[in-house]
């Protein structure tokens, strides 16, 4: 039997919600990685001296490895 207190549009309006959810977290992900790889380089410029060339690299390494991984999962969600 049918829920009565269901709405034909709920399902649709849950996939929306479902979607929504999957697409933020991976532009957390993504955000996130930017900004731990970041602040390492940081760390590293720091540490050793490399200003502004440790900062520059954890910031781009942070962008492609985030870059990857959302491919990576927008392949499998897309599947």
Known sequence: MEDPSSSPG?????TFYVQ???????VTE????????????????ERYGWSPWGSLAGFLLG???GLWLM???????NR
Request: no cysteine; aromatic share 10%.
């Open 20 to 26: 929504g959810l999957r697409y933020g977290s991976l």
């Open 30 to 45: 993504f955000v996130g990685l930017m900004l731990v790889l970041g602040y390492v380089g940081y760390r590293l410029d």
């Open 71 to 77: 491919i990576r999962q927008m392949s499998k969600i």
């Open 63 to 65: 962008m492609g490895l």
């Open 10 to 14: 709920d399902d649709k309006d849950k």
